[in-house]
């Protein structure tokens, strides 16, 4: 082999005496793998920024005027204060073929502070717990849906006041419903 072939291959092989680490001119090794990583590291989050800049203005073409539909009277009002009287828990199996259980809380709301009314609620109170597990008995699950709930309250409300002195019962209001089938 010539002295040519030989410095060739040195060169190749990265210099005979050379150590990782050592210096390459007047920067450590060392360091160039720093700042290489540092500006692959800005590289990406310059990249990253421009992206995020551009869809945020393709998005914001969009509709500039959002028009969000206005609560409904029934929620804007203020309801009335009432006092309330549990009934506690009441389960009722739907009329459906394959009936559901319904697991209900309803609390009757009535006109503060009168000692009549509260009385004759308590007087009447298992009456009350039967006739509301006998109206969703007869019941499909189809009607008990979170739609129907303002017309169920009416409708419970109709049929409980026709068991009590004066038609006492304002409101109902349900604490738990559930509708679970098994």
């Not at 804007?76 to 697991?103: C, M, N, Y």
């Amino acid at each position: 082999m010539g002295d040519e072939e030989v410095f060739a291959e040195e060169e190749l092989a990265g210099g005979e005496g050379q150590e990782l680490g050592g210096k390459t001119g007047f920067i450590p090794a060392a360091i160039l793998k720093l700042l290489k990583w540092v500006a692959l590291g800005l590289g990406a989050i310059i990249f990253i920024v421009t992206v995020v800049i551009f869809t945020v203005k393709i998005l914001n073409k969009g509709p500039q005027q959002v028009v969000y539909p206005s609560a409904s009277e029934k929620y804007q009002a203020t309801p009335k204060i009432l006092q309330w009287f549990e009934l506690g828990q009441i389960r009722a199996q739907t009329s459906d073929d394959h009936p559901v259980t319904v697991i209900v809380t309803p609390k009757l709301g009535y006109k503060m502070n009168d000692a009549k009314i509260l009385s004759d609620l308590i007087a009447r109170k298992e009456y009350l717990i039967d006739a509301t597990r006998t109206f969703f008995s007869l019941k499909k699950a189809s009607e008990l849906t979170p739609d129907q709930d303002e017309k169920l309250k009416m409708e419970l409300r109709e049929k409980l006041n026709k068991l009590v002195d004066n038609q006492e019962i304002q409101a109902i209001v349900f604490i738990d419903f559930n509708v679970v089938e098994f």
